[in-house]
Antibody
Framework: EVQLLESGGGLVQPGGSLRLSCVGS????????MNWGRQTPEKGLEWVSG????????FYADSVRGRFTISRDDSKNTLYLQMNSLRAEDTAVYYC?????????????WGQGALVTVSS | VVTQSPGTLSLSPGESATLFCRAG???????LAWYQQKPGQPPRLLIY???RRPTGIPDRFIGSGSGTDFTLTISRLEPEDFAVYYC?????????FGQGTKVEIK
């Protein structure tokens, strides 16, 4: 059974930093592209970032490029999202999301999510 | 930009639901997906490549369409089908989602 367990969410002040982690199990982690998405009631679902399993190439939404960094440690079955210079509009539930295949950006499984609140 | 309609569908169990999704440009390689989301849960993949169902998704969920216009049909609504449905174009960055259609019990 595929499982994705996010951690690291919480309350942070504007301008601050936070690192999310996601441990995957039930599948061969290193064989799949991985993603982060987020959701708010106001803006709905939004893809944030993705990382290839082929060559580690990374991709970002314009709204987070230059502030967020996605990375993965396949030896630990873990995906990370380093979030810097956080803004109020980054407040959301952040989901770790598994790609459908090694090079596919289709998400076929989402974790339960971690709440990030950016507020003073 | 991906636009879904209607915003809300009020239907009874046993009825059929038709949800629409329009992409701002032609979807290449059929990279159009549908997700279902229930309160407090993450999205669940229902349909990919316009009409393909992952293992375990009931055949009452039917995806169709081409170009820029797509449809999700849910035949014979079951109680567990009342939820919010999102479409997504995943072949282009930033992999945009529609704003969702809520299927509620009438």
């Amino acid at each position: 059974e595929v499982q994705l367990l996010e951690s690291g969410g919480g309350l942070v002040q504007p301008g601050g930093s936070l690192r999310l982690s996601c441990v995957g199990s039930g599948f061969t982690f290193g064989s799949f592209a991985m993603n982060w998405g987020r959701q708010t009631p106001e803006k709905g679902l939004e893809w944030v970032s993705g990382i290839s399993a082929v060559d580690g190439s990374t991709f970002y939404a314009d709204s987070v490029r230059g502030r967020f960094t996605i990375s993965r440690d396949d030896s630990k079955n873990t995906l990370y999202l380093q979030m810097n210079s956080l803004r109020a509009e980054d407040t959301a539930v952040y989901y770790c999301a598994k790609g459908h295949s090694i090079g596919s950006w289709l998400v076929d499984f989402w974790g339960q999510g971690a709440l990030v609140t950016v507020s003073s | 930009v991906v636009t879904q309609s209607p915003g809300t569908l009020s239907l009874s169990p046993g009825e059929s639901a038709t949800l629409f999704c329009r992409a701002g440009q032609t979807v290449s390689d059929n990279y159009l997906a549908w997700y279902q989301q229930k309160p407090g849960q993450p999205p669940r993949l229902l349909i990919y490549e316009i009409f393909r169902r992952p293992t375990g998704i009931p055949d009452r969920f039917i995806g169709s369409g081409s170009g820029t216009d797509f449809t999700l049909t849910i035949s014979r609504l079951e109680p567990e089908d009342f939820a919010v449905y999102y479409c997504q174009v995943y072949g282009i960055s930033p992999r945009p989602f529609g704003q969702g259609t809520k299927v509620e019990i009438k």
